[in-house]
Antibody, heavy 122, light 110 residues
Framework: EVQLVQSGAEVKKPGESLRISCKGSGYTFTSYWINWVRQMPGKGLEWMGKIDPSDSNTNYSPSFQGHVTISADQSISTAYLQWSSLMASDSAMYYC???????????????WGQGTLVTVSS | QSVLTQTLSASGTPGQRVTISCSGSRSNIGSNAVNWYQQFPGTAPKLLIYSNNQRPSGVPDRFSGSKSGTSASLAISGLQSEDEADYYCAAWDDSLNGQVFGGGTKLTVL
């Protein structure tokens, strides 16, 4: 069974750095894209970017390029989303989601993590 | 502003048929498959329909999807109270080289 387990909720101050994680199991980690999706409070879903864990090739939405970094460690089947300097507007729920690399245009985001709530407040 | 356009809300009574629409452009819905997600408050989205009209295992056949040109729709027949949720359309976007979502439709079962 494919599972994505995300790290726990975080409370940070503006300007602080943060890295949240997403651990995959039940499938070949390097055969699936890992995507990150943001959901701000009371709002819709926004695709942030994705990573190919086999070679760490990434693609970012222009809306998030330069503000976040997506990485992965295939040795521990874990992907990361990180910020070097958080802003209050980064407060949101963040989901990782995965799909087989060869089927992403057709299947969309098949498997989802449970989400990580990030709160940024002074 | 979401790339795909959905109406904010929809409603129906138990047993009714409800349709949720989604509008995009040539670079996304016009060229690629549409997927639909269902999200209950406080939970992660769940894939409801993929490849325009395919249901993952376990999704009741009350849910159906269709696509025409740069628009798509999700239909729910025999509406049930447990269908009350937010529904999002999504598609691959060739320009973005990634997923684009609609703004979501809140379905209320009266």
């Amino acid at each position: 069974e494919v599972q994505l387990v995300q790290s726990g909720a975080e409370v940070k101050k503006p300007g602080e750095s943060l890295r949240i994680s997403c651990k995959g199991s039940g499938y070949t980690f390097t055969s699936y894209w890992i995507n990150w999706v943001r959901q701000m409070p009371g709002k819709g879903l926004e695709w942030m970017g994705k990573i190919d864990p086999s070679d760490s090739n990434t693609n970012y939405s222009p809306s998030f390029q330069g503000h976040v970094t997506i990485s992965a460690d295939q040795s521990i089947s874990t992907a990361y989303l990180q910020w070097s300097s958080l802003m209050a507007s980064d407060s949101a729920m963040y989901y990782c989601a995965t799909v087989p690399k060869t089927l992403e245009r057709v299947l969309g985001l098949v498997y989802w993590g449970q989400g990580t709530l990030v709160t940024v407040s002074s | 502003q979401s790339v795909l356009t959905q109406t904010l809300s929809a409603s129906g009574t138990p047993g009714q048929r409800v349709t949720i629409s989604c509008s995009g452009s040539r670079s996304n819905i016009g060229s690629n498959a549409v997927n639909w997600y269902q999200q209950f408050p406080g939970t992660a989205p769940k894939l409801l329909i993929y490849s325009n009209n395919q249901r993952p295992s376990g999704v009741p056949d009350r849910f159906s999807g269709s696509k025409s040109g740069t628009s798509a729709s999700l239909a729910i027949s025999g509406l049930q109270s447990e269908d009350e949720a937010d529904y999002y359309c999504a598609a691959w976007d060739d320009s973005l080289n990634g997923q684009v979502f609609g703004g979501g439709t809140k379905l209320t079962v009266l």
